[in-house]
C-alpha cells in the first residue's frame, strides 16, 4: 500500500507566492491545499485533517499569529511561519504560542522543503508514539488527536493548557497531584503557572466534563493536597 500523502494547508494572501509554492511542493508528492485567509482555512480544517500549516504572518483579517494561537489551542499540527523582513517580534511571538518553526521572506524554497520534512517526521513520530484513545465517563479521548468526545458524538473542544492537564491527570489516575505537579505539566507557560491558575484550569475542565464541583466524580479535590483523577478509565 502506498504511503499516505502528507496534507500541507497554505495560508498566504498573496497569489503566486501561494501558488508557487504550492506547485513547488506538489512536485514533491504532497497533497498542497491554497488558502487566502483565516476564514478559508478554518472552513477546509472542519473537513479535511492537515499534517502541516504554512501561514503567512501578514495576513487580511485574522493574521497568522492568531491562526498559531488558535490552532496550537487544538492540536499538535506542524506549523511553519512565513513572515516578512521586519516581522522580528511577530516570529519571536509566533513561536510563543507554539509555531514550530518559520522563514523569512523572500524564503528559499529548498531550505522550507528541508524544514518541512524535518517537521513532518516529528509529528509524525509523536503521533504514532501517542496514538492512545482513553475512555471514562461517558467520554473518549484521543491523546494524540487531543480529540475530548462525549458518548454522543459531541466534541468537547479543550484549550493546550486544560488538554496538558487532562493528560496528566488520565495518565495518574487515583494519584493525588499537587497544583505543583499540575503546573509542571503545563508544559508552554510554566513562568505565569500559579496554584490560582490551576485552580481556574480544574474549574473549566470540570464545567466541560460536566463534573458537579460540589459534588465531582471526575476530578476530585484533595483538600490541602491538590487533585485527583477519580473517573474509571476504561
Ligand atoms: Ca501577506
Redesign the pocket.
Known sequence: MAARQPHIVII???PV?RGALASYLDSFGYRVSECESAARAERLLAQDEADLLIV?????GKD?LEITREQRARSEIGIIL?S?RTDDVDRIVGLELGADDYVCKPFNRRELLARIKNLLRRTSAMRQMTRRVVRFDGFSFDLAMRHLQKDDGALVTLTRAEYEILRVFIGNAGIVLGRDRLCAAITHRKDASSGRTIDVLIQRLRAKLGDDPRNPRIITTSHGEGYVFTAQLG
Request: proline share 0%; charged share 40%.
Open positions: 498566504e494572501d498573496e507566492t503567512d504572518i501578514n495576513l487580511e497568522g512565513l516578512g
